[in-house]
Each structure stands twice: as C-alpha cells, then as structure tokens.
C-alpha cells in the first residue's frame, strides 16, 4: 500500500492514487495537472520523510473542477450602541483527483 502526506492549501492530506480532494483553489497547469509537495511517504513497510529525499517525489494529481464552498455567515453586535454588521463568505475550492505518486 502507497500513500503519501501531502500540503494543500495550508493543510495536510492522507492521498493515494484515485483519491479525490477537495482543496483551497488551485491554478492548474495547461494540461489541466497540479502538482503537490509530499511531507511523508509510506511505500509497504518503508517510512520515508527526509527532505532530500522527498524532494525526488512528486505527487500529480487532475484538476476536476472548481466549486465554491458552503456559505457561512459572519455577525457581529454590540449591545446598547445600535452596531450591527453583517457579512456571508463563500470560499474559493477545487476538486482534484491524485493520479500518480512517484
């Protein structure tokens, strides 16, 4: 079995081949890949997490879409003063699928 750790968009992913990812958004090369910096590799019963040699791994992975997240609302209130604020915030997502670790 083969996965990798992964950062993504300020967070850290368990991935495997075929598996699908929903990240920050990202912006994919002209063949529509991205490419990922692993922080651990597990090959079987090899543990590898040195920097030298992660940075001979490459993670790939096909942009399957963008999409936007589910809004959330943000309300702020002071008593006996009349302030009221209101705001939504939608974050900016991609769906990607990881196609090859190696």
Do not use: C, W
Not at 34 to 42: D, N
């Amino acid at each position: 079995m083969v996965y990798a750790i992964v950062r993504a968009g300020g967070r850290q992913e368990k991935v495997e081949v075929g598996t699908v990812l929903v990240v920050d958004r990202q912006k994919a090369g002209e063949d529509g890949k991205l490419t990922f910096a692993p922080v651990l590799l597990v090959d079987g019963e090899t543990v590898t997490h040195a920097a030298a040699d992660l940075a001979k791994v490459t993670v790939t992975a096909e942009l399957l879409g963008d999409e936007r997240g589910k809004k959330i609302v943000i309300q702020k209130f002071k008593n006996k003063t009349g302030y009221k604020k209101r705001q939504g915030h939608r974050q900016e997502l991609s769906r990607v699928r990881i196609t090859a670790i190696g």
